[in-house]
């Protein structure tokens, strides 16, 4: 695995823009919530991870239990939390004449619940692995803890009391927090069930990802990531309308910039802004087509007027990375994401998103009256006929990417998203896809949002609906409560970071059906 | 491993009396420390535990170290320390992309901060092994961790920060607290360093233990026990002479006997008051007794006047334990405390206390012209009578106790502090004892305090102070800060628990020398 590291980096940091950020920090949404059953995991081969939760007794049973030395038990909170535990414990027998010392589990699948996180040996922070170990001290007492958690299932292992006393659980609650504003929410009017439910769940998926800022997921990595940022800007503006957290989150990056004026891929809020040191073309780039949404969604003259020269100055940087024949050089060294994979080669899908982002960029201008217009106009010419010259194969039918000369899923869908073929083409191109289905796939919902919206966009709902139905469907087949950071259909242990127990499963760029439903009246 | 759990058992709580004892609640005196170095655990089977801490550089070195995962080291703060712990963790490299993951153990003894914790099996609760695992979600950033520690060592691990950042450490610091007040303290003016020495441990030993209450060991039972009351008063009024901590402990007792106005060996202040469910026939009848050294010390006839009739109630239930030739009865299912030693039987020291605790019984009885005196004197003889019918072998020349005829050290020297034969025939017993070595010795400083103390009741001053040298000065040399719960010169890895790692190494009872030294004049 590599990372991104840049030493000696400069930020200029814009005081007003972070000014901005601050007044429009949302207030948080607190509600109580409650265990409805306890459960009990049980292996199953059948089973994404191959564990499944199984009720043994609804949680009321729970107050009458108690619990010795190396006894335990999970309960099910009956959908996806995020929030703050407390839980009153009281102990049974002789006065405790030691502390207690337990463990907490937190799991947003039964799996989390039933490995051992001791197993974990991925690349990514074993810190992210929600489990708390503690004391107490006095008892009877109520503890809280400190940190959010995201999860589903809890499960609470009792590693010492003493040979004098046990201990019984009363009232657990979790205080959950979002800044989603619900009653701008309604239910999809919608005859059919499973894209209500698919509808819905998105809209859940939201909603925990909604905090201080958007977060690309609530377990992990609990930030504001760009790429994350724009696909759920375009889900709240069909849902929560809380419009102000995405100009929130717009003047934040904004606030931060590096001295070449280009935009984190992602931010760190506490205790101050920082902007993390991976910078990323495609996600830069997104800060642009971001604020052409937001302006989209909101007529918002003054944030635009603010941004632009920001949001102009990434696609200007883009342009700086094309080479003599207007392609973005393509190296062993550079970054985009596109999606998680690791053979991935990132050249045409990059190539694709500069135009789709030159050609909101131009729209942005012409509101502005900006005299770039003609500047952005003709580079935007000179970069789709060099992207048909260079990368397109006519004998195969596909755009080719990097010089293996790759074909992938990832790149035809961007260059159909950038309409850098007419509509008839693309219907063909993305005909053609599905029929040969190139080797190298896609792996997050994140590429798969973008599947299904050129899809949309060459009128071909049938597939669109039906690529929702098996996908996000099939999350939910598979005990989805929230939308997944990563799913692959034929490879369900699927995970870039080397286990699933670190897979985050409530993740923003999951929450796309219901735009995709709502837009475009599915 | 026997314990005692007495079901339904009531209480009569006297409120008057829990009022008095909260308004003498202490207030804590607090200091900020600072670790002094940086040390290495060294394996060295010559050391007491097998490791000793050496150092390898001075704390001030620490602030320029980075730590990453699986990295960790050790900070000596140079002496014990009773306290909360705060520390400033910053981030190095990248921002911190991932929570930080460590794990604190804190160590009195070198060992505890050598060997992992896991490998504990011991009886008593794991729980009181001093170590947390702790998230820590924003960098960089102070915690301040909520629960008291008592320790010298502190070992930092770092589990888990990510790939892109490690971690550094500024200023780590300790609240320290204790309820002495060291300005009634002076320093021994005395020729001899190493009673001085001793004089000094002492003293630090008893402060770490004044807190809230008389604590009988800050890192474990961290609770109210009487027989470590007894002699912490006496060393208190030699030294701090926090006359008021005493009284309120002894209010704390009188406020919740059980309904047989029994008095319970120890109590749990927090959340409620509440005594423990283990009675013990010798440390109840200390209750009279540390009332009537309180007395001696202050000369408070109004708490002696509250008190008294508790304190009677106490040898009054003592009596009653007598068969009809006044000796204490015997059985398998008895509590009394006397020494931590698995075969030792406690008949005959018991029946000691008694009688020491009648003698002092009836001086109290004196004090208030209580007409039980003629009672009490009349008892008194009767169970002097039967100790010397029943219990002194005359053939072997010592105090023989239980069915078996045990000759023990606790029971020879119970018996000369309860002054059962005459002064002469004290001496000749003591004598007796060192040259014929009972097999059933003593494991622990509390019993080692009456060895002394009865040394110096027979006047035979050097043999006392000999033995404080090898006792408390053998702990010194092994490496005491404090003066420990446990020590065994010929089994230095004596735990009664199972191991070693769990004893106290500040413990109340082994506190006394500063009281033996002043109040004898040594």
Known sequence: MNIQVAKDRKINRNEDFIQKAETLKPSLKREVTKPIRIVRAVEDHDIIHGWKCIETEPAASLVDKEFGKGESFIVDFGKHQVGYLSM????????????????????????????????????????????????????????????????????????????????????????????????????????????????????????????????????????LWLGDLRLQALANYETFKNNDLVKRCLYLFAGVPNDQGQVSANLFIAPTLVPDDTYLFDYSLFFTTTLYDYFEATNDLETLVDLWPLAYRQVELALERLDERGIVIDSDTWWSFIDWHEELNKQAPSQAILIYALKKTIKLAEVLNDTKKSFLERKLTGVINASIQHLWDEEQGFFISGENKQVSWASQVWMVLAQVLDHEENQKLMNRVFEKNPLIGMNTPYMYHHLVEALLLIENKEKAIEIMRTYWGGMIKDGADTFWELYNPIDKAYSPYGSYLINSYCHAWSCTPTYLIRKYEL
């Open 88 to 223: 009153q414990i009281r102990p049974v027998g002789s006065p405790p004449d030691a502390p207690l010392h337990m463990r907490l589990t937190f799991g947003e699948m039964p799996v989390e619940v039933s490995v051992p996180f001791s197993t974990y040996d991925g690349w990514i922070s074993s810190s992210w692995l929600q489990e708390e170990t503690l004391h107490v001290d006095v008892l009877p007492g109520n503890i809280s803890l400190p940190r959010r958690y995201s999860f589903r299932y809890l499960k609470v292992e009792v590693l010492d009391t003493s040979v004098k006393y046990k201990v019984a659980f009363g009232e657990i609650t979790c205080e959950t927090v979002t800044s989603a504003d619900s009653s701008h929410g309604t239910e999809l009017s919608h005859s059919d069930s499973e894209l209500r439910q698919i509808d819905k769940i998105s809209i859940k998926t939201l909603e925990d990802c909604m905090q201080d800022v958007f977060e690309d997921g609530p377990k992990r990595d609990r930030r």
